[in-house]
């Protein structure tokens, strides 16, 4: 897309200036009222894709700094305070991870775990689909970006399989011999993989924080706890679902094994690299599982991480100057953070979901909780990305929550998954989306269908499952 739409940057600004001239409903202080136009312009911004997500950080977070919203009246402490998202130790975390996402990248690791378990899996496209996934599994608590890890590492694997089992993107009549189905099933299990570990995609950190900021603490381990029963149900069913229901014509791949050998052979042995790479892997999980007991959070071991993999070689600064994404999502996760963060602060949430949880107080939590829960994900078709939806809505609607009696943690982290696993619903709806749709294996009408009832599979899966281990782990 060009950098700037013109028409659609206009009507952003439209939105903007309609909230902003709107008088501050009573209770609502007026630069809290100015600060949600500035917010709301941001995002809509985002959504209509009126400039690229770094460009609307930072209209706003200089229009926060210039209408000293966050500091009336005070123009030093209003940049200081516009600024102030840059310093949040979760931003870097992600940004962190990024750069060593790189590694596995870089060294190959990453496509040489994948092309392992085609070969031991592979015999047919079942098995195939849960190879695919068991990589994507692996990878996904070392990088953040899903966007990344699908389409560096698993996308290319899955249409290069496809193409060989005589599954051709140009050629519609072999679509669904097998093409299709690994499409649909990658896809669907990078958004399962994304919300079973905090650092999986970017949205989750984003989501702990808003919940921090309304008192309630989650650490990598309890998230990833609190997702490991419903995201490893929804992991292992998801294929056969899949295969049931949108099954592909090929049922048997037995060339697909000697092809991942062939490759594996062409990458020749593990080098000393990938060997620094996973070393470097299994101490970032012990600090991140285990940091705790030594004081040592969950952004201080990412650091210790990529200390190590520049200082053993497997990185340079050049690769972590040149990882553009990771910078990227530092700017507009800073503004997009900085401006949620404050809108606590500064009382508009508290105030917006007392007034919401004022009209809902007439129901018990146990009915309240799955309304707040299917409202928030069917209102993911509006959005583009987990992040735009998480910044608008989240701290809002767990606010709302709070404020009618649900337990607390058990929302925070169910409305964070909610936000990445709805990306099944559209072509649109993640990051990796638009890469898997543009294969042209699967068509928008069976990717929709498809997807919402995946969707309901997903949202069955975490209130049931969920539920009961939630139960059992006493978050309810």
Not at 146 to 168: C, D, L, Q, W, Y
Not at 449 to 460: E, P, Q, Y
């Amino acid at each position: 897309m060009k950098e700037i739409r013109p028409t659609a940057l206009l009507i952003t600004v439209i939105i903007g200036l309609i909230i902003w001239f709107i008088p501050a409903p009573e209770g609502v202080k007026p630069n809290a009222w100015h600060l949600l136009a500035i917010f709301l312009g941001t995002i809509f911004g985002i959504i209509l894709k009126a400039a690229s997500m770094g460009t609307m950080a930072m209209l706003g977070i200089t229009l926060c700094a210039a209408t000293q919203v966050l500091a009336p009246g005070d123009p030093v402490h209003a940049v200081t305070n516009a600024l102030s998202g840059f310093g949040n130790s979760t931003i870097w975390l992600i940004g962190l991870a990024f750069f060593i996402a790189r590694g596995f990248i870089k060294t190959g690791l990453g496509t040489r775990l994948a092309y392992n378990f085609i070969r031991i899996f592979g015999k047919g496209s079942l098995g195939l689909a849960y190879g695919l996934n068991t990589a994507d599994l692996l990878l996904a608590p070392a990088i953040p970006s899903n966007t990344a890890r699908a389409g560096g590492v698993i996308f290319p694997i899955m249409k290069s399989i496809a193409i060989n089992m005589g599954s051709h993107p140009d050629k519609p009549e072999t679509h669904r011999k097998i093409g299709a189905f690994l499409t649909l099933g990658s896809y669907n299990a990078n958004m399962i993989t994304s919300v079973m570990f905090l650092t999986a995609t970017a949205s989750n950190p984003m989501a702990q924080k808003f919940a921090k900021d309304l008192g309630i603490t989650i650490t990598w381990t309890s998230w990833a706890i609190a997702a490991l029963a419903p995201g490893l149900v929804c992991f292992l069913l998801l294929p056969l679902l899949l295969y049931k229901f949108f099954p592909p014509e090929l049922k048997k791949t037995k060339e697909a094994p000697k092809m991942a050998a062939e490759k594996l052979k062409e990458m020749g042995p593990v080098s000393l690299q990938e060997w620094l790479m996973v070393a470097t892997f299994i101490i970032l999980l012990v600090l991140w599982i285990f940091g705790n007991l030594f004081s040592i959070d969950a952004t201080t071991g990412a650091l210790i991480g990529l200390c190590i993999l520049l200082l053993s070689g497997v990185l340079t600064w050049e690769d972590v100057k040149a990882e553009k994404g990771a910078w990227d999502t530092i700017v507009w996760f800073s503004s997009l953070v900085m401006m949620g963060s404050y809108l606590n602060s500064l009382g508009f949430v508290g105030w917006f979901g007392n007034l919401i949880g004022g009209k809902m107080a007439h129901l018990s939590w146990q009915l309240a909780f799955p309304i707040i829960i299917v409202v928030y994900s069917y209102c993911h078709y509006m959005f583009a990305s987990a992040t735009a939806q998480a910044a608008a809505m989240y701290p809002v609607f767990l606010a709302v929550g709070i404020a009618v009696g649900v337990p607390g943690t058990m929302l925070a982290i169910f409305l964070g998954a909610c936000a990445t696993l709805m990306g099944s619903l559209t072509h649109y709806g993640h990051g990796p989306a638009p890469i898997f749709f543009g294969s042209t294996y699967v068509d928008m009408k069976d990717w929709w269908k498809h997807g919402f009832f995946i969707s309901v599979f997903f949202l069955a899966i975490w209130f049931v499952v969920g539920g009961l281990w939630w139960k059992l782990l006493g978050l309810w």
